[in-house]
């Protein structure tokens, strides 16, 4: 087993990750301490792949498990679809230590662990993430969220979970899209804090899309990176903000283009192609860009901006939680595996996206 370590002083936690651990949620989350009833919450999709497995597992550890089924798709990461868990869990009559288990992808353990953080002001929470995206990115760190239809992830709270399984078994029933929009994230954290890893990624670029060594290499590496990242910053005061590279666009382009248009990855991988390209315009690295844009292109992955307007765009931006001041906050890369904040003002912004920024 591969074991990622995240600091937190006594919230600190294990990231544990080895194909076949679905299994072991049961005796791995009641070894945590914890016991009593236990909420599975899932999406139709997953629970009918996995949710047996996992229900078993808890059952013979001992927890008395109920099953949360929450649709699929960023569309219900609502305050509306979270009421729901909230009624199930009070006519459930869940407590204060009753452990939730999200079991999927970024949508099920963001709400998951919204409704974690504030149910009865806070229960203990297990991420187990199904997909690429999740495994590498939402389920490590803390965050929490649902999203309002101003915008993404703008109501939710820091809440660490007591631990994350990851089983990189189950990348091989996710469908190719997606686990191609998780490789998004993946190439960020090459492009925030490692260049041999962006690398490493650039070499194996073939092998990334198959369940072997090379992904779970990547898995690895990227939960260590963000486990470093967050043990220095979790409430994202400084340093955290780095793990926003490419999100400040994708956001935007996920909220003017409809949420489901396109997956979280994709938005971000073409986040991430149009902040190197502003990377390149302040005065940035020249070389990022072009590299990002390649692999992205060797992994089939969008890189150019859908058709939205400068101003719609701007408007987008200013409500993300990352605006200052008035001014607009984007992590920018200085060179590869090396990245900055700056604020930008909206006249070079809207000069950068009349050019056809990312084009």
Known sequence: MRTVRVELGER???????RGI?????????????????????????????GDVVVKSLEAAGFKTVVITVPDGEEYKSLEEAGKVFDALIEGRFERSSPIVALGGGVIGDMAGFVAATYLRGVPFVQVPTT??????????????????????LIGAFYQPRAVF????????LDERELRAGL???IKY?????NEFFEFLEK???KLLEPGEEIIKAIEKSCAIKAEVVG???????????????????????????????????????GMAMAAGLSAKLGGCLECGPRITALLKKLGMPFAPPAIGAEAFIGAMRLDKKVSSGRIRFILASEMGKVFLKEVGEDVLREYLSAGAGR
């Open 184 to 186: 998004a994230e993946v």
């Open 22 to 50: 679905l299994k072991e949620v049961g005796p791995m989350t009641a070894a945590l301490g914890l016991k009593g009833r236990a909420a599975l919450v899932t999406n139709p999709t997953v629970g009918a792949l996995y």
């Open 232 to 270: 220095r910053d979790e409430r994202e005061e400084g340093l955290r903000a780095i793990l926003n590279f490419g999100h400040t666009f994708g956001h935007a382009i996920e909220a003017l283009s409809g949420y489901g248009t396109f997956r979280h990855g994709e938005a971000v991988a073409i």
């Open 166 to 173: 990851i089983d990189p078994e189950v990348l091989k029933t």
């Open 204 to 206: 194996n670029a073939d």
């Open 132 to 153: 690429l995206l999740s495994q590498v990115d939402s389920s490590v760190g803390g965050k929490t969220a649902v999203n309002h239809p101003k915008g993404k992830n």
């Open 190 to 194: 090459g492009v925030i804090r490692d």
């Open 12 to 18: 600190s936690y294990d990231i544990s990750i080895e």
